[in-house]
């Protein structure tokens, strides 16, 4: 069946066409641009269509297509750079060049690349829904595929991969595909989902260590322009402890991708060691890519996420930023002419939020396994103000908020985490882990870490009135301490080899700056002059 | 395709900018339409938005004039293109692309539209080759590399208009210039909503520069719309001569609050919802649809770099307009009112300003090796110095301890002597030896 357009309006259109169903996918236009049910009337809807609509005529065709907006999963999508809609960038630039033109479809990844298929079950087993039948080397993945259905197997064939030829047949006559599509807006099912306690090394010392975050944890940093959002979530996209890592590039710069795919692919995951790009999944739709695919990017990527995580992986998923998105939900809303809540946000960005956030957690997978998909988010509020409607509806969801200052930013102290504003929830569980694996001392040297930078800040209070000449011995003694911590603990230069610090590490550096301020008070308490100790240690 | 040119006089009605055109058999987003007044003189429009036989046009130009009756609107089928040539430089054009330099319009070789298609993000070429301003703050301490977008935030009263016409004048772009670019770097600048004493000054600007310019003038009396269509000529033009010629492009775009309050302007007339102070709530799509053509292009010579000058409203950094440019560009430099009325030329606040793309384009290769380190110790220790001032406005001077003062003193020092250059062009090596030499006066250390 098919319809027509009668009306554009922005990036949504208005067709005539009847037996459509919400949220079904529909081609539109002459150039065949993918498009997203978003409102039913009588014979009538209104698309979201994920390309500009510029040059779209009324009368052009608008087709359904009888499914969801879906995206395809199996082996072959690590390494790959998509846009928001899926398509792999490669093969969208080897087709027409430097400039993406609206309605281009993209073959799909796995056509590239040979991939081999190893038979784990023969012919007569029986298998239940989420059972491995085989695996395939995904570089240096292995990378199970699971049944999609239960059943006794039939046949059951070793060899290359082959998108349209079926891996297995099953007695009952159902096939079995390596790759399968799955609708980006239901999330994938799971057995159930498991209190989380692992924690997720980042690498970034101030969060590893005052505000760790657990494994299937989600968190958010928002901050102004120019706090470093965009290296902070990029250094922890190429360092953090997880064994896949997908990276939504949400309407921002398309020089950062750019500057992003060079670094990522000339170095190598310090857990792994292997190249950084072989566990990396990237998504991108930079600011001036159309406004609708936006929207769907984030829903592209942790539908990616969470496959892996059905694969019993601990994936990190980290997407900058989600104001971009929320921002795309808006244009659509306005468009849609709905009543607007706060800021012309629509009223649904809250419950939004608050469903995406839920995609994140540590499950059970449905034959078993362990897997956890972590989301770290930036948020961009406008005019670096918090009380804006996506920073307080994120903060009611989130387990970790990181305030990124722009006062920290100003004088370069990055990563810009301001210590007083943010925190963790995941942080009991997550230290009794630190404690036990790392040291014991790693509880208290926080719980000593955080007094001293208390103290600071009321010391620099007086500071103000009287000079740094006016303070007792001991409180200077400390206000070089916590110098030290800001800037030698704290401060992490993400173009060095600093931009990367293991636990041990992490540890070692603050026990000996602690052990130093330990020292020298104890030889001020026994009459050194502050002066000398001050040299020093300088 | 239509096959035969269709024509209405089935105007509804026209506010301000905007024309409803009723009983429309068939119409295209965004195309463009002829509208024939009254007295016979004509103007075009675009599509804005289509329902059913009822379609929005925005008129380019003055609206008024038109009327119900005798008005004739003729829609061509075309989205709006810009036509291409190297004839376009030193040419100088209206926000409609029309000459206004007393000579006869060129003939193009080719055409593309006017709101171009967005960069495959794998096809950019990450950018990293410096572009020498001579002026130390941007050399040295937020350095400008080839492809970015970097906006001057400029306060009312400010000499953005100098600073930009400094960098007009000096601007080269670095080593890497002897393999690419051919014909040299070609200057384009778009002026939106000027005044003639501004533009004056420009266009002086521009004689002195030595090199190609092409320049799309919007003046204050010019038609509002035009503003919104005259950078989309500029970067359009800017693009064909980077791609296709090989020229090292770059586009002066001053001032980009015109170009926002035409936008609020046109998008109240359509009734929209209102965002953050009136401006629109796609308004961050819309400069994103501008600022992300700069860029450079993987095994291609050629490169789009972006300079727009953004008057900060209020002198408020948090204002919508350079807010959310802040949040598109590659970082900004800021320019302080405090800096200025102590007489330091370029008055550039070195703290809240920032080059992204800085790390890749500086050090050994690029620069110098010893770059990085110099431009480090000159922001900490000047930061220092900054908090000091606070204090010493409490406390007073004797109240603080020698090192202290040394700080203060040697952020006075820093402004004094490197932001302030006054009129002095300044290549990258003398910006860091005289950088150099302070630190070493001051017997700070380069980490």
Redesign the interface.
Known sequence: MSGRIVGISGPTVLVEHPGLQLYERVTVGHARMMGEVVRLERDRSIVQVYDSTRGLAVGEPAVGTGTHFTVRLGPGLLGQMFDGLQRPLDSLRAEQGAFIQPGAEGSRPWAARALRFVATKKPGDSIRVGEAIGYVEEGAFRHPLLADQEGIIDRIRDGELDAEAPLAMLREGQQMFAFHDWPVRVPRPYRRKLTQFEPLVTGQRCIDFLFPLARGGSAIFPGGFGTGKTILEQSIAKFAQSDIVVYVGCGERGNEMAEMLDDFSSLADPWSKRPLMSRTIVAVNTSNMPVAAREASIYTAVTMAEYYRDLGYSVLLLADSLSRWAEALREISSALEEMPGEEGYPTYLASRIAGFFARAGAVETLDGRTGSLTMILSVSPPGGDFTEPVTQACLRTTGSFFMLDTDLAHRRHFPAINWFQSFSLYERDVSRHFDEHVAQEWSTLRQQTREFLQREASLREVVEIVGTEGLQDTDRLLMRTTEQIRRQFLMQNAYTEDAFSSPEDTLGRIRDILARHAAASERLAKGALLDELLKEGA | MRLSTHSYSTIRSIQGPLLFLDRVI??????VVRITFPDGHEAEGEVL????DLVLIQIVGESRGLDTDHTQVVLTDA?KRAPLSLAVLNRAFDGSFRPIDGRRMFIPDTWA?V?????????????QDLIETGLSTIDGLNTLVK??KLPIFSCAGLPSREIAAAILEHARAGRSAAEGAAGGSVVVFVALGLTYHEHAFYQQALERMRGDSVAFINLASDPVVERLLAPRFGLTVAEHLA?EHGRDVLVLVTDMTNYCDALREVSAARE?????RGYP??M??EL??LY????R??D?PGSVTLLPIVTMPEDDI???IP??T???T???IVLSRELHQRGIFPPVDV??S?S??M??GIGAGHTREDHRAIA?AL??HY?SGRDLR??EA??GRD???EA?KKMLDFADAFEREIVHQGTVHRDIGETLNVSRKLLERFGLTTP
Not at chain 2, 292 to 295: F, I, K, L, T, V
């Open positions: 068939e119409a295209r987003m965004s195309e938005k289509i329902e059913d989205i539209p709101s171009g298609f967005p960069l495959n993000p794998v096809a950019r070429l990450r950018p492809g970015q791609f929209e919802l209102p965002g953050r709530g796609y961050y799509s994103a649809s992300e053509r700069a860029g292009i993987k291609t948090t204002h919508p807010d959310l802040g949040y598109i590659e970082g900004q703290l809240p920032l992204r793309l790390q890749r480090n922001y900490t930061a606070r204090l409490i406390v109240g603080m301890s202290d």
